[in-house]
């Protein structure tokens, strides 16, 4: 039998390349912060099932934050975890949210991604806490998908 995520939701799926994981946890521990519930994969304990943890969150998140950093090329997990978020918020399942990290294009977004409206790290005087901020925003309002 698989074992089951221990909470009912998660507001958040922070997605990230490996090579920028201190954001993530930055992003993480602001949503955190403000109450938020937050899938990270940093906090998957050793000797889980990664791929089927990864698919139990994602059923049960609202918002899919995926950080986007330049010179980042995206190993087959992260493509394959941002595929099924794509599919779910087309189902209108979630909300997929990219972030571009300082000095990332829109250019860089993956070809599913560059359809969604993004938050800019740079644009945001107080960096990844104003996309905390945001981000959390969103959880109290209507959302269009």
Same mark, same amino acid.
């Given at each position: 039998?698989?074992e089951?995520? @221990?909470v009912?939701?998660?507001?958040?799926?922070?997605?990230?390349p490996?090579?920028? @994981?201190?954001?993530?946890k930055?992003?993480a521990?602001s /949503?955190k912060?403000?109450?938020? *519930?937050?899938f990270?994969s940093?906090?998957l304990?050793p000797?889980? &099932?990664? =791929?089927? $943890?990864l698919? *139990?969150? /994602?059923e049960i998140?609202?918002?899919? +934050?995926v /950080?986007i950093?330049?010179g980042?090329?995206y =190993?087959?997990?992260e *493509? #394959?975890e941002i595929? +099924?978020?794509?599919e779910?918020?087309?189902? !209108?399942r979630l909300?997929v949210v990219p972030v571009?990290l300082? @000095?990332? *294009?829109v #250019?860089?977004l993956? /070809?599913p991604l &560059?359809?969604?409206?993004?938050?800019?790290? @740079?644009?945001e005087?107080? !960096?990844?806490h104003?996309?905390?901020?945001r981000l #959390? $925003?969103?959880? #109290?309002? $209507?959302?269009?998908t």
């Amino acid at each position: 039998m698989l074992e089951r995520l @221990e909470v009912p939701h998660f507001d958040f799926f922070i997605s990230f390349p490996s090579t920028h @994981e201190q954001p993530a946890k930055q992003l993480a521990a602001s /949503l955190k912060a403000k109450g938020r *519930q937050v899938f990270i994969s940093t906090d998957l304990a050793p000797g889980r &099932n990664w =791929p089927t $943890k990864l698919r *139990q969150a /994602l059923e049960i998140t609202r918002i899919f +934050a995926v /950080l986007i950093a330049p010179g980042t090329e995206y =190993p087959v997990y992260e *493509q #394959s975890e941002i595929v +099924a978020a794509v599919e779910m918020a087309k189902e !209108g399942r979630l909300i997929v949210v990219p972030v571009l990290l300082r @000095e990332a *294009q829109v #250019s860089l977004l993956p /070809l599913p991604l &560059n359809v969604y409206q993004c938050l800019f790290e @740079e644009k945001e005087p107080t !960096g990844l806490h104003g996309i905390a901020e945001r981000l #959390s $925003k969103m959880m #109290s309002q $209507k959302v269009e998908t």
